[in-house]
């Protein structure tokens, strides 16, 4: 018994030491956002007009922003060749913990799913309740008049459309990803899974836009690296957009684009006219990470 127990714990500590980890992480965020938006003063009079909503929809978001976060880093190819190949990482457990990044992926990938529905249900609920709850006394804080449709909140604003058509691009890779798809059809799965991209610009987009924060973005640095020229065209027309759009607002420095061109073939811009705006901003090379970092502190205390 003795000798199975040490064999368990050679061969499968370290994975679920990094399980229990990762579990605690989620209930300390959930839990910390959840007192914090149902004792904190300052959401005291949000709190009495939306209720366990507030809570719930917030604590979900930490949540969600913690694995949305961690997800792509088990499938960066890359950074795991590297760390098995580097001698950093000497152990053979720490390298069999490596192979089963996969299962890592899989169980962030289903803790969004649960806690998207978490969230989804709470904004719904508070929906309602800014339109039912309306006050006189505080109308910064209401984001509906009195009776008014709270599907009007879903899709006539920023968080509320964002949040919608993350939803959808969210079912599509969960259904593409049973394994009955799989199995049958790998290239459905594969190109509803590269729509990680446009899950990640309504990300973005989806936090900057909530109103209900103590603060407000009032910058959003987009620094994209990519080996061709031609991977910029994915997105070229929605960055386009964007960079029009707060144009358009006056307000240009929103949003700071920079496009690094890792490798080149002698093309060093995106073809197009409709796309100057893009190559202006279009470096060749690799960004010199600390630099950048270091001149996006200084403008950003």
Known sequence: MAVSWRSWLANEGVKHLCLFIWLSMNV???WKTFLLYNQGPEY???HQMLGLG????RASASVLNLNCSLILLPMCRTLLAYLRGSQKVPSRRTRRLLDKSRTFHITCGVTICIFSGVHVAAHLVNALNFSVNYSEDFVELNEARYDEDPRKLLFTTVPGLTGVCMVVVLF???TASTYAIRVSNYDIFWYTHNLFFVFYMLLTLHVSGDDWK??????????WVCRDIQSFRWFADLLCMLHNKFWQENRPDYVNIQLYLSQTDGIQKIIGEKYHALNSRLFIGRPRWKLL???IAKYNR
């Open 54 to 57: 507030l809570c719930l929809s």
């Open 214 to 223: 103590p603060y407000k973005l009032r910058r959003l640095y987009f620094i």
């Open 293 to 295: 970092f270091d001149e």
């Open 28 to 30: 300390l965020l959930f």
């Open 44 to 46: 005291h009079y949000l």
């Open 172 to 174: 599509l890779m969960i």
